[in-house]
T-cell receptor, first 110, second 114 residues
Framework: GESVGLHLPTLSVQEGDNSIINCAYS??????FIWYKQESGKGPQFIID?????DKRQGQRVTVLLNKTVKHLSLQIAATQPGDSAVYFC?????????FGGGTRLMVKP | DGGITQSPKYLFRKEGQNVTLSCEQN?????MYWYRQDPGQGLRLIYY???????QKGDIAEGYSVSREKKESFPLTVTSAQKNPTAFYLC?????????????FGPGTRLTVL
């Protein structure tokens, strides 16, 4: 999702459910994509990455899907936990620079 | 303990003062970056450096200055010319600046103008 002024898109999920966070990227020449997690007052942390020659990559409880046809990236979090509550950013790399999406706030309800 | 450190964590500035934010990395990364983040917003690039003694302006460089005298250090000065400097500042580094490299971030410095 993209941010709109001061109001980040928010995804609210029940603890234990799966979460899907979406991101549209802009540059068809981008060949590397990253998801970051940012907790309040902290710097972004690397979660998972994917190269453009792949369409799916799995980590521990997280999966990233890449659809180059529609320039869409998604992050799936399995069995969402309270510690997953944060803002999630996607980033695309088309050279030596990253371009960041606006972020999505994930809220996990106990 | 490898990583990126930023100091101070919180910084208060009076109007008209210049302040310098520190960023140090011991990852032996060539490239370093400064971003600004406003509440509820994404990251905007201020300056970046791909090699010692060289740096480039990002999207919002006005009112800021940097230096890169050492590979591990990339300080950012917020000058009095920056009209709205209150924000969260993030430093990042990347191994070589290649398209398949990841940027790693420091913990950030929150600057408030009084």
């Amino acid at each position: 999702g993209e941010s709109v002024g001061l109001h980040l898109p928010t995804l609210s999920v029940q603890e234990g459910d799966n979460s899907i966070i979406n991101c549209a990227y802009s540059n068809s020449a981008s060949d590397y994509f990253i998801w970051y997690k940012q907790e309040s007052g902290k710097g972004p942390q690397f979660i998972i990455d994917i190269r453009s020659n792949m369409d799916k990559r799995q980590g521990q409880r997280v999966t990233v899907l890449l659809n180059k046809t529609v320039k869409h990236l998604s992050l799936q979090i399995a069995a969402t936990q309270p510690g997953d509550s944060a803002v999630y950013f996607c980033a695309e790399n088309a050279g030596n620079m990253l371009t960041f999406g606006g972020g999505t706030r994930l809220m996990v309800k106990p | 303990d490898g990583g990126i450190t930023q100091s101070p964590k919180y910084l208060f500035r009076k109007e008209g003062q210049n302040v310098t934010l520190s960023c140090e990395q011991n990852l032996n990364h060539d490239a370093m970056y400064w971003y600004r983040q406003d509440p509820g917003q994404g990251l905007r690039l201020i300056y970046y450096s791909q090699i010692v003694n060289d740096f480039q302006k990002g999207d919002i460089a006005e009112g800021y200055s940097v230096s890169r005298e050492k590979k591990e250090s990339f300080p950012l000065t917020v000058t009095s010319a920056q009209k709205n400097p209150t924000a969260f500042y993030l430093c990042a580094s990347m191994r070589s600046g290649k398209s398949t490299d990841t940027q790693y971030f420091g913990p950030g410095t929150r600057l408030t103008v009084l």
